[in-house]
């Protein structure tokens, strides 16, 4: 239905002879156009305008300015939101837009409005990013809520992995470590499952039974931890015997995940005020765009740091923030495009070499050795990871009974 309100009769005349001509268009026309006949027939011109707003960086990716870009997607959510309820599509153009707006607010540093949109868009059925946002803010136990509304109980195979390893650290955050444990043990049944039938690769069943060890040894549940290692000890030589059964691409993004999630308890508590990393989400697919920012701008001051601490003798200090380097550097590497492995193999090789120090904490080493072959393993280096993941293995009763 048309807008029976006033309008400018020969704007919106030459706003319809500019879209049928015959010329192509420049993008400030199309939008412009767009805006006139949006006032006369909503119904078909809303989604169009939001599709023009929207498209501002494919359009102008060389010299995108994000006050600018900032502006178009706050008109673009407003446009959305008159689009009729009823209207084909409506929701899916709603949220996608939201999601747009949502990102460029936390890019310009306006959190409160960026968490706002995002509690708009779970009222329309994506829950996702307030989950993150809630995480990232240390609201672990809000955030640990929202996932297990969404997904139904008995039914967690529905939900995709990433969403039960999200799921899983948040329980874990907000102290609930038994119900984390029960979520990612679905989370490592349902990848064997993958893995048994060549639908899943074998390496990311390793990385999740190295993660789901660790939480099991937080739990005090060794025996079991044990076993987990020694299941990812087994695929490891499988892998080096043959490889992988199947070709695979795009899997890093598995392990330096966990990698970082399995760093969380040396990293600063998460506040309102301070907020960090959701970690347990990847970076490019879920970090909130302040979020990811200051954490890759921590790693020149993580530098000083662990150059201050090995001058100063602070072994177990060198060995932790030397850890917290190491995470941030595979992050940096593998959302960059996967660099060269000699470029971040040095940091995985300190941190053995500072944990074999005389020294050293027997479990730091054992640490290591995993964090090592979980990266050997990345690179698909596997003799050498299934030589590091033995020796870890072979050192854990020792550790046990210190």
Not at 109 to 121: D, F, I, M, P, S
Not at 165 to 194: H, K, Q, T, Y
Request: with cysteine; proline share 5%; net charge negative.
């Amino acid at each position: 239905m048309g807008n029976t309100g006033k309008y400018d009769e020969d704007a919106v005349l030459r706003a319809r002879v500019l879209l049928l001509g015959s010329g192509r268009l420049d993008w400030r026309q199309e939008v412009d156009a767009y805006r006139v006949l949006a006032t006369v027939s909503p119904a078909a011109y809303l989604p169009k305008l939001v599709g023009a707003l929207t498209s501002y960086r494919g359009n102008h990716w060389r010299t995108a300015d994000p006050e600018v870009e900032l502006a178009l997607h706050a008109e673009a959510a407003e446009a959305a939101r008159r689009i009729d309820a009823d209207a084909p599509n409506r929701t899916r153009v709603l949220c996608d837009t939201l999601h747009s707006y949502q990102r460029s607010l936390f890019a310009a540093g306006r959190r409160a409005e960026g968490r706002a949109v995002c509690e708009e868009l779970a009222e329309a059925g994506r829950y996702g990013r307030l989950a993150i946002v809630l995480a990232e803010e240390g609201r672990h136990g809000e955030a640990a809520e929202l996932y297990g509304r969404h997904i139904v109980p008995g039914q967690a195979d529905d939900a995709s992995p990433w969403t039960l390893i999200e799921w899983a650290a948040e329980l874990d955050a907000a102290g609930r470590r038994e119900e984390a444990l029960e979520v990612f043990a679905g989370l490592v049944d349902d990848s064997r499952g993958r893995a048994a039938e060549d639908r899943g690769p074998l390496a990311s069943l390793v990385w999740k039974l190295e993660q789901y060890g660790r939480m099991l040894r937080a739990a005090g549940r060794p025996a079991e931890e044990a076993a987990a290692r020694r299941e990812a000890l087994a695929l490891l030589a499988r892998l080096a015997e043959g490889g992988e059964p199947v070709s695979w691409s795009n899997i890093q993004a598995t392990w330096v995940t966990l990698l970082a999630l399995s760093g969380r308890p040396d990293e600063p508590a998460a506040t309102p005020e301070a907020p960090s990393p959701a970690f347990g989400v990847h970076p490019v697919h879920g970090w909130s765009p302040d979020v990811r920012e200051d954490h890759f701008a921590s790693i020149p001051a993580l530098e000083e740091q662990t150059d201050a601490l090995r001058a100063s003798g602070d072994l177990p200090g060198l060995i932790v923030a030397q850890r917290r380097l190491t995470a941030r550097r595979a992050l940096r590497w593998e959302t960059s495009g996967r660099r060269a492995e000699e470029s971040l193999r040095p940091s995985f090789d300190e941190g053995v070499a500072l944990a074999r120090r005389p020294a050293g904490d027997p479990d730091a080493l054992v640490r290591a050795l995993a964090d090592r072959s979980m990266f050997l393993l990345a690179v698909k280096r596997y003799e050498e990871a299934h030589a590091d993941l033995a020796e870890a293995v072979a050192l854990r009763p020792i550790v046990t009974r210190t």
